[in-house]
């Protein structure tokens, strides 16, 4: 139970809401039971009306119509009771499963990119779907039938011991069996059932998968070979759950067999001191073959209860197994800072913890606030990487990253973040409006900010082509724009938050060179203040910047002006006469 124990603040938090489905539990139990004492003592009147021991007809039905009265009136008492049970018990493990799944989403939003890195997708929205909805299971019915079994039990315990202790005994026995059988059961049941899930993960990854690389398989022609890719995976899947139906079909012949056992022997026993004269009344007879059926499905969910509880612990285990994983990158100030933009590099060597590449060797520069700084390279050089570590999405070891003088690590994550406005090189676009995508950078933005921020990234007049504007909803990762245009809406997205630092990673390859000058001259005019860093395989978005770096397999190989560069022998002199030559045909 270790891994439940994170629970128990939930339950601290609920803890009056709990006792009262306690008590209100307590009653209704007590109040169910209470008609099978009626039923024996009425079955007893009739046995003494019969025998000629009651003569007074009238007192008879008085006392048949009182009993019948007092049954309804208990059953219905008791029937409010159980609602108010279910009120308490199974609201409640709706709230913490509300607050669970927010603990839960609000820590992976803290989590480091390496921990992205390391787990699956799949495995992240299991963690917070399906395993905290066996948690709510513990929460609630686990719970609520603990209490009902405990109380029901003694309550039918008392009753019976008052009315034939040793009929009781004799009675009880065959019931712990009943309890474990239905434990085995249902251990069974949740094997086959985690079998049946895993099938079930991966046939959606399968089809999730396809779907979104529809182009390409059909592209491709591979229709044939992902429908049997596909076919072969749901047979495995439909012989999983046939496994699993085999089982579960045990479950109520099993129950219904004990409980039988049980009413033989209350029959049996029973008859026999009867017979003997253990027993004065028909009527004890009756009320234990009804305390028996009160009593079977109390014990036989001890064991469902069981194998509940034994679920809930792996699928809170799964879920503690992130929630202790520690963000890698954490905020070490809590007050506010101002963030100006200057950047400094300072020897810095960074190296993938997963892959081992050293992507960046002992580099170090400087980028004033107001300056434009540009990253040139060949592919795979660091440029990426170089953007990444100024926004703390992984921290260096070695050497520096300084924003206005101070090392990034002491600084406000929040301000830092806050002041970046980074487009990244493949452009990410919500399932949502136009104008939602470009907002997201900044909540509170008028419909006017939102329509400067288009103007200056060029895309505003694209947008106003639409026939719904900009309330346009984007499909699945925005496929309805052109690749030149999600580039755009992206770099609208980080121009509207007017952050001090802007950080545009080859966010212009796919638009043509006119409407990247456009951008670039518009950015020029709303960046004066600001820092700009901007990594490119083009010479025409480099050409202005105020410094140019250019960066091979993680070192700086050269740095300068355009127009020093292009004097030097060099990467840079190469490339600028090569886009020259193709821009000259
Ligand atoms: N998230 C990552 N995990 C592990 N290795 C990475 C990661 N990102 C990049 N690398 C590796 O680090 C090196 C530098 O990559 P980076 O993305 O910074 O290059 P780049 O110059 O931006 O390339 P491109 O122009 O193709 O975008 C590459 O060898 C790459 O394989």
């Known amino acids: 139970m270790k891994h439940l124990r994170t629970l128990n603040k939930f339950f601290l938090k609920y803890k009056w809401k709990l006792l009262l489905g306690l008590v209100v539990t307590i009653i209704s139990r007590i109040f169910g039971l209470y008609f099978i004492p009626l039923v024996g003592n009425s079955t007893d009147a009739i046995q003494q009306y019969l025998n000629g021991e009651l003569t007074n007809y009238d007192a008879f039905k008085a006392e048949l119509i009182q009993n019948i009265l007092l049954l309804v009136g208990t059953t219905l008492i008791s029937a409010f009771f159980t609602f108010l049970m279910r009120q308490t018990f199974i609201v409640v493990s709706r709230h913490i499963e509300y607050d669970l799944k927010n603990v839960v989403y609000k820590h992976y939003q803290e989590l480091s990119l390496n921990f992205y890195k390391k787990n699956r997708t799949g495995d992240l929205m299991n963690r917070i779907s399906e395993d905290v909805t066996k948690v709510r299971m513990y929460l609630g019915p686990a719970i609520m039938y603990t209490v009902t079994t405990l109380t029901s039990t003694v309550v039918v315990l008392i009753f019976m011991i008052q009315a034939a202790p040793v009929l009781t005994l004799y009675t009880v026995i065959p019931l712990p069996i009943l309890s474990f059988a239905i434990y085995k059961l249902s251990v069974a049941i949740q094997k086959r059932s985690t079998i049946v899930q895993q099938y079930l993960s991966k046939l959606n990854t399968f089809t999730q998968e396809s779907f979104s690389g529809i182009a390409v398989i059909k592209s491709y022609g591979l229709e044939q ?42 029959i049996y026993v029973g008859g026999r001191q009867y017979i003997t004269g253990q027993i004065d009344n028909l009527g004890v007879i009756v009320e234990f073959l009804l305390y028996v059926n009160m009593l079977t499905w109390p014990v036989a969910s001890i064991g469902w209860v069981t194998s509940l509880v034994k679920q809930a612990e792996a699928s809170q285990e799964r879920i503690n197994e992130f929630l202790d994983s520690d963000p890698e990158i954490k905020n070490h100030k809590e007050t506010e800072d101002q963030i100006k933009g200057k950047v400094t590099f300072k020897n810095v060597n960074f190296t993938y913890e997963d892959t081992n590449i050293t992507a960046l060797k002992n580099i170090s520069f400087e980028v004033n606030q107001g300056e434009t700084l540009a990253i040139i390279g060949k592919t795979g050089s660091g440029k990426s990487t170089v953007l990444d570590l100024i926004g703390r999405l992984y921290d260096v ?19 830092l973040r806050r002041n970046i406005g980074y487009v990244p090189q493949d452009a990410f676009l919500f399932s949502d409006s136009i104008r939602n995508n470009i907002k997201f950078g900044k909540e509170n933005a008028t419909d006017q900010d939102v329509i400067e921020a288009a103007k200056t990234a060029s895309v505003h007049k694209n947008i106003q082509s639409f026939s719904k504007g900009y309330d346009t909803v984007l499909g699945e990762r925005g496929i309805t724009l052109s690749g030149g245009q999600k580039q755009r809406v992206s770099i609208a997205r980080a121009i509207i938050q007017n952050p001090q630092i802007l950080l545009f990673d080859d966010c212009l390859s796919a ?54 560069l292009i004097k030097t022998d060099g990467y840079y002199k190469e490339l600028y006469a090569k886009q020259l030559n193709e821009k000259e045909m």
């Open 225 to 266: 070979q992902t429908d049997n890719n596909f076919t072969e995976l749901s047979n495995s899947s439909r012989d999983k759950n046939i496994d699993l139906v085999k089982v579960q079909a045990f479950f109520f012949p099993l129950m219904v067999l004990l409980i039988g056992i049980s009413n033989v022997l209350v």
């Open 397 to 415: 070891e070695e050497g520096a990253i300084e924003v206005d003088g101070k090392n990034v690590k002491n600084l406000n994550l929040d301000s």
């Open 511 to 564: 638009v043509d060179t006119e409407t990247e000058e456009a951008i670039l001259s518009n950015l020029f005019k709303i960046s004066r203040d600001k820092t700009t860093i901007i990594v490119s395989h083009r010479i025409s978005s480099a050409k202005n910047a105020d410094k140019i770096i250019i960066l091979e397999d993680g070192n700086i190989v050269q740095q300068g002006t355009h127009e020093e």
